[in-house]
């Protein structure tokens, strides 16, 4: 079946840098992606649509300029965390849906990030 | 936007027991409302989900029902096991165009006690 790939799945680094956290769909083209990021015992929120080949579209209150999201292929989207702080440590998970309006919905399998 | 609220946030049942998680949402015109299991550390999974076409679909011992009307839906897990204990989410697909994009509620830890 369909899978969409996280890498790294955890991360650690130090306050004031950048991360770089990937997502693939392995084996079907994805023209939209969606990252979630999920802090300790709370649900998934929406941070933004990964559009191919466009902008991304962030959802109310987050930082277009922090979360950096690029969709350069089909098949890749990535979100960077620019001058990352304590606050942004969090669970981040991306999803891609295979086509049509009944295709299927996969998540990848989330990226932990530490920041110190 | 589609707002999604889920109750209750924590469910203690015993053994064989059934439970009953609700959820509402506030975009009419959302069509897709799929529910996740989720452990510790993991990605989601799917365990069930109802289109906005019919009112009631069953899994087994999982089943969902969808009132359209009052914009709400449940999930209903009978015969409860212990392996049954995680954090179930609800959530709905904003729109009529299911793109994928979803909006979850808050979850709720299940707990099943032996």
């Known amino acids: 079946g369909a899978v969409v790939s996280q890498h790294p799945s955890w991360v650690i680094c130090k306050s004031g840098t950048s991360v770089k956290i990937e997502c693939r769909s392995l084996d079907f083209q994805a023209t939209t992606m969606f990252w979630y990021r999920q802090f300790p015992k709370q649900s998934l929120m929406l941070m933004a649509t990964s559009n191919e080949g466009s902008k991304a579209t962030y959802e109310q209150g987050v930082e277009k300029d922090k979360f950096l999201i690029n969709h350069a292929s089909l098949t890749l989207s990535t979100l960077t965390v620019t001058s990352a702080h304590p606050e942004d440590s969090s669970f981040y998970i991306c999803?891609?849906?295979?086509?049509?309006?009944?295709?299927?919905?996969?998540f990848g399998e989330g990226s932990r990030l530490t920041v110190l | 936007g589609e707002n999604v609220e889920q109750h209750p946030s924590t469910l203690s049942v015993q053994e064989g027991d059934s439970a009953v998680i609700k959820c509402t949402y506030s975009d009419s015109a959302s069509n897709y409302f799929p529910w996740y299991k989720q452990e510790l550390g993991k990605r989601p999974q799917l365990i069930i989900d109802?289109?906005?076409?019919?009112g009631e679909k069953k899994d087994q011992r999982i089943a969902v029902t969808l009132n359209k009307t009052a914009k709400h839906f449940s999930l209903h897990i009978t015969e409860t096991q212990p392996e049954d204990s995680a954090v179930y989410f609800c959530?709905?697909?904003?729109?009529?165009?299911?793109?994928?994009?979803?909006?979850f509620g808050q979850g709720t830890t299940l707990q099943v006690k032996p």
């Open positions: 959530a709905a697909s904003p729109g009529s165009s299911n793109t994928g994009k979803l909006i």
């Open positions: 109802i289109r906005s076409n019919v």
């Open positions: 999803s891609a849906k295979t086509g049509g309006w009944d295709g299927e919905l996969f």
